[in-house]
């Protein structure tokens, strides 16, 4: 069973930057793609980043993308999403996820992932 605990989400002015972890335990953590997912109050849950396990393949939603970046340190077992120039529309409640990748996969749907962790609040304000 996999274990996934972010941290790294604060209060931060616009324009500012703000980096995600993800620490992940009790898997082999190179064997998950893993993602980013956010849920802003009265919304539903959005994909935002995510890579396929080998780390060599990244998407990123639209509204995000050129801003935020999602890297992964194996050696750590460990996500991150660095997050630059923020928008008050980032404002959400940020969560990590990992998907048991054997094959193609819909990395932007959430039902894919097997395991999420309990999310870590951005605030961004204007």
């Not at 209060?11 to 898997?27: D, I, N």
Request: glycine share 12%; aromatic share 16%.
């Amino acid at each position: 069973q996999v274990q996934l605990v972010e941290s790294g989400g604060r209060l931060v002015q616009a324009g500012g930057s703000l980096r995600l972890s993800c620490a992940a335990s009790g898997g082999t953590f190179s064997s998950y793609a893993m993602g980013w997912f956010r849920q802003a109050p009265g919304e539903e849950r959005e994909f935002v980043a995510s890579f396929r396990r080998s780390g060599f393949n990244t998407y990123y939603a639209d509204s995000v993308k050129g801003r935020f970046t999602i890297s992964r340190d194996n050696a750590k077992n460990t996500v991150y999403l660095q997050m630059n120039n923020l928008k008050p529309e980032d404002t959400a409640v940020y969560y990590c996820a990992g998907h048991y990748e054997v094959g193609y996969y819909r990395y932007y749907d959430g039902s894919e992932y097997n395991y999420w962790g309990q999310g870590t609040q951005v605030i961004v304000s204007s």
